[in-house]
């Protein structure tokens, strides 16, 4: 984007939607922060909102001529959010009501995708009468247990031994943040991510970034304050790879009908056959901190970071997308 021939008048009184209720409200802070200050620094005229500690009421009052979403997880990632902004008739930034409600629930995106043969970890939902021996016996020692619907790694579990009742215990552990809980197949590889910008037959992806955590452990921790976890990007890999893990996440993306921009998480497994991706989740409203991926991915492509927060708000849309 040129910024020079950019009008910030254009795009008129702006909101930025950060806090919130989630278990991820201290990174939506950090986010919305970094939205807001990037606005503004380009004569925006851009003012915080969070829906945590003000009123619908005090939305509409607001009478925003465009949001920017950078609420994280439940209640800002899930539709219920854009089903407020719909009625209000207030374009916002991301994916529609219906696909946010989808992506956010890794247990229906995997059905989604799986009926599409795209390929994800294999998976079973798992229930407080389930016999976790069958689960092991279907899916291998080797298992993620995770909450359907949270993110940032929040509930999540990596069970490895089955010598004490671990693989309960993870099940506890993330019904503690959501009722449906998942067990999948643990996918031993290198881990990617690809952001994506736009929607339909336009949409684009970035460079992919493979991400290196210590102890191969991208938790909570090291994602957004660790300072030990290595981004390549462009990840090192063959670009005839690249280019098809680009095209099977823009596939996953739109067959879930997201719009404006997202990022899909990639395992990339090595076995005789190759390498191959599989692919976890798509999250429809991503991180906007400093150690961030789609701001990142943006960089390598020649966008900085005000001009990734201009074009995503740019789009800002109503509607919802199927």
């Not at 997880?73 to 930034?93: A, K, M, N, S, W």
């Not at 215990?169 to 943040?177: K, S, V």
């Not at 991208?218 to 390549?232: C, G, P």
């Amino acid at each position: 984007m040129n910024h020079r021939a950019f009008e910030p008048k254009s795009l008129g009184r702006v909101g930025v939607l950060f806090g919130g209720r989630s278990a991820e409200r201290e990174v939506s802070i950090m986010s919305g922060t970094g939205v807001l200050q990037a606005l503004r620094g380009r004569g925006v005229d851009a003012h915080p909102f969070d829906p945590a500690t003000q009123s619908l009421a005090e939305l509409e009052a607001a009478r925003f001529d465009r949001v920017f979403i950078a609420l994280h997880g439940r209640f800002g990632e899930d539709g219920t959010i854009q089903g407020v902004l719909e009625t209000l008739r207030v374009p916002y930034t991301g994916s529609g009501v219906q696909a946010s409600s989808i992506a956010i629930d890794k247990l229906i995106t995997k059905k989604l995708w799986a009926a599409e043969e795209i390929p994800t970890p294999a998976w079973r939902e798992l229930h407080a009468h389930t016999d976790f021996r069958q689960i092991v016996a279907e899916l291998g020692d080797a298992l993620i247990v995770k909450p359907a619907r949270e993110g940032s790694t929040i509930g999540i579990t990596k069970v490895t031994s089955h010598d004490r009742n671990e693989l309960a215990a993870a099940f506890e552990t993330a019904l503690a943040h959501d009722d449906v809980v998942i067990a999948e197949e643990l996918i031993v590889g290198r881990e990617l991510t690809c952001a994506i910008l736009g929607q339909g037959a336009t949409a684009r992806a970035l460079p992919l970034i493979e991400i290196r955590a210590p102890g191969a452990n991208y938790d909570y921790q090291n994602k957004y304050f660790s300072d030990e976890t290595q981004y390549l990007c462009p990840a090192p890999v063959d670009d005839w790879l690249a280019r098809d893990v680009q095209q099977l996440c823009l596939r996953a993306y739109r067959q879930l009908g997201a719009r404006g921009w997202g990022r899909i998480d990639v395992m990339l497994h090595s076995d005789p056959r190759g390498d191959r991706p599989y692919l976890l989740e798509l999250n429809t409203s991503p991180g906007m901190t400093s150690h961030s991926l789609v701001p990142m991915a943006a960089k390598a492509d020649g966008i900085d970071y005000a001009d990734l927060v201009i074009e995503i708000l740019t789009h800002a849309a109503l509607g919802v997308r199927s």
